[in-house]
């Protein structure tokens, strides 16, 4: 009777164990598709308009501004001037101003409000 008593323990707790890990993969696995949703819904917005750029992007025109003399300025959804760091994931609408030979002048960055777009 004791042996059988201490079977069902062990099989009671091997199988808490392995459901315990397995519930943890669960989550892993939901996160990684909430996060695959977003860099999809990301992808979709920036293949449905040619002037959607990253951040990156931004970063990208910032450090190019001085050496290529050209201006580059940021605004936040409501058209208020952007200050602080630029997430490289967030997304920016981009309008380039050229002067008649082709020569870029400005550019202007307006960020995308991701939260309407859900």
Avoid: C, H, W
Avoid at 10 to 37: E, F, H, P, R, W
């Amino acid at each position: 009777m004791d042996k059988i008593i201490a079977t069902v323990v062990v099989i009671v707790l091997t199988l808490g164990l392995i459901s315990y890990a397995i519930i943890g993969q669960i989550g892993g696995v939901k996160d990684a598709g909430d996060q695959v949703s977003s860099e999809q819904n990301r992808l979709n917005i920036m293949m449905s308009n040619p002037d959607i750029v990253s951040g990156s992007t931004v970063k990208e025109y910032q450090g190019n501004a001085i050496i290529k003399s050209f201006t580059v300025s940021l605004q936040d959804e409501k058209g208020e001037i952007l200050t602080g760091e630029i997430n490289d994931k967030s997304l920016f609408i981009m309008k380039k101003t050229t002067l008649p030979n082709g020569n870029l002048t400005e550019i202007d960055f307006k960020l995308v409000d991701l939260s309407s777009t859900n």
